[in-house]
């Protein structure tokens, strides 16, 4: 079992949306992030949280740090937002980021 | 204000050729990081590495792989005689100090092909 466990694996969503993205993780962490990777592209940092809740533009992350669980939600989801969106964890070793398999999400018109 | 910088983005490689890929950090960061994403898989922590020191190599091959970030210049991810299982996106990501409770910055990845 994956220590970063994402669903869904794969999200089909019509512009407009609501979208919601979830990660599960077993161990004791630091931080959490949510990371944004586009098809031959780079990855982004979209967020990092240790607790609560942070907001940018039409994106909003949450953590639950007692169950373990956070989402990543995507409000009025356009195509461009379409990509493969990445849970990570800070375990206690600080260097390492332990990955989720990614949520790949397609925004059609 | 230029963010990671990697190079090559793309390197097409023969079977027992070497394959060097270079990551310059965000300006101010002492602390880089290398992950691997093989086709169809998730990322993978390598090595982690302050200047001129290999603070946490747990994730790296034993064998033809190797890491340097040296007190000039940018870090180095070294792979000797490549094989097809090499083939993969290469990650370097940089911070100002260790991650926990800081953002990361990631490159753009360099795209190894081993043929």
């Known amino acids: 079992k994956n220590e970063v466990e994402q669903s869904p694996q794969n999200l089909t969503a019509q512009e407009g949306e609501f979208i919601t993205i979830n990660c599960s993780y077993s161990?004791?962490?630091?931080?959490l992030h949510w990371l944004q990777q586009h098809p031959g592209g780079g990855i982004v940092s979209l967020f990092m949280?240790?607790?609560g809740k942070k907001k940018h533009g039409r994106l909003i992350a949450t953590i639950n740090i007692q169950e373990k669980h956070s989402s990543l939600h995507i409000t009025a989801s356009h195509p461009r937002d379409s990509a493969v969106y990445i849970c990570?964890?800070?375990?206690?070793?600080?260097?390492?980021?332990?990955f989720g398999t990614g949520t790949r999400l397609q925004v059609t018109l | 204000n230029a963010g990671v910088m990697q190079n090559p983005r793309h390197l097409v490689r023969r079977r027992g050729q070497e394959a060097r890929l270079r990551c310059s950090p965000m300006?101010?960061?002492?602390?880089v990081y290398w992950y691997r994403q093989l086709p169809e898989e998730g990322l993978k922590f390598m090595v982690y590495?302050?200047?001129?020191?290999?603070?946490?190599e747990s994730g790296m091959p034993k064998e033809r792989f190797s890491a340097e970030f040296p007190k000039e210049g940018p870090s180095i991810l070294r792979i000797q005689q490549v094989v097809r299982g090499d083939s993969a996106a290469y990650f370097c990501?940089?911070?100002?100090?260790?991650?926990?409770?800081?953002?990361?910055?990631f490159g753009e990845g360099s795209w190894l092909t081993v043929v």
């Open positions: 990501a940089s911070s100002s100090k260790q991650f926990s409770g800081n953002t990361i910055y």
């Open positions: 161990v004791g962490i630091s931080a």
């Open positions: 949280l240790s607790s």
């Open positions: 990570a964890v800070n375990t206690g070793t600080a260097s390492k980021l332990t």
């Open positions: 300006k101010g960061h002492s602390h």
């Open positions: 590495l302050q200047k001129e020191n290999i603070i946490d």
